[in-house]
């Protein structure tokens, strides 16, 4: 098969597992959580950042480029997902003025230090496991 | 009850925004400041806004905007964004880092907002 054929198809189907993956945990979470505030992005985009970090920390052995693009660029890629804080964020405080500031702007800040803290731990985690593992 | 063939395109619009932002992000040189994830990102910003300022003027159907997020949500990340401040972080930057995904975060939001503001002025009653 064409090599960029395989790799857009790979970033596909991984696309395709990873925005089931969101639907389903953002879901489960918001049913349990409640809809006042989008804590089932926040689960995705955590978990999400830490799983990059952590795949990029180990390295990928032995893994073929396909899987490798499929795992990160079409799984994770797709996963995770900053269009919808854009969209937590913004239609809040055009609608509801300071009060959506209030209760959104944590949301942003929260998620943009929680998700590099994430992947950082993510990554060196990796790295520890794969040395211990050499 | 779950409208399983409701949740099945929405999921596979997203597998189509996953393979748009890779052909995106093959094509937009990423340079220093990770233009591909950049215009990606606030693409699928602009996208979502316009969207739901669509549907609040009444222009289109809530199927069409949701559509429309759910291909935004593939067609943007949040974890390659994450994993290369975290990069940068570790090689001591961490204020390039945070920098970096703040842009991302709250230009995002920003842009969002001007999506929707835009299509209620253009499209509202």
């Known amino acids: 098969m064409n090599q960029s054929l395989r790799a857009f198809l790979a970033v596909f189907v991984g696309g395709l597992a990873g925005s089931a993956l969101r639907f389903i945990i953002d879901v489960s979470v918001t049913e349990f959580a409640g809809e006042w505030w989008p804590y089932g992005i926040l689960v995705v985009n955590l978990t999400g950042s830490f799983a990059m970090g952590y795949i990029v920390g180990h390295g990928f052995g032995s893994w073929p480029a396909w899987l490798r693009l499929g795992s990160t660029t079409g799984f994770l890629g797709s996963y995770t997902t900053l269009s919808a804080i854009s969209l937590d964020v913004a239609v809040p405080i055009i609608r509801h003025g300071v009060a959506g500031v209030a209760v959104m702007l944590p949301y942003a800040i929260g998620s943009i230090i929680l998700g590099v803290v994430a992947a950082v731990w993510g990554l060196r985690l990796g790295k520890r496991l794969a040395e211990t593992s050499a | 009850m779950i409208d399983f063939t409701w949740i099945a395109v929405q999921v596979l619009f997203g597998a189509f925004g996953a393979a748009a932002r890779f052909g995106v992000m093959s094509v937009v040189t990423p340079g220093r400041w990770s233009w591909g994830l950049f215009t990606v990102n606030m693409g699928g910003s602009f996208l979502v806004g ?73 499209l509202g009653a």
């Open chain 2, 50 to 122: 316009a969207a739901v300022g669509a549907f609040s003027a009444g222009s289109i159907e809530w199927s069409v905007a949701a559509v429309v997020l759910a291909f935004a949500a593939g067609f943007t990340t949040f974890s390659t964004l994450t994993l290369t401040a975290a990069e940068w972080t570790e090689r001591g930057e961490l204020w390039r880092g945070l920098v970096l995904a703040a842009k991302h975060v709250l230009v995002g939001a920003a842009v969002a907002g001007v999506g929707y503001i835009s299509a209620v002025a253009l």
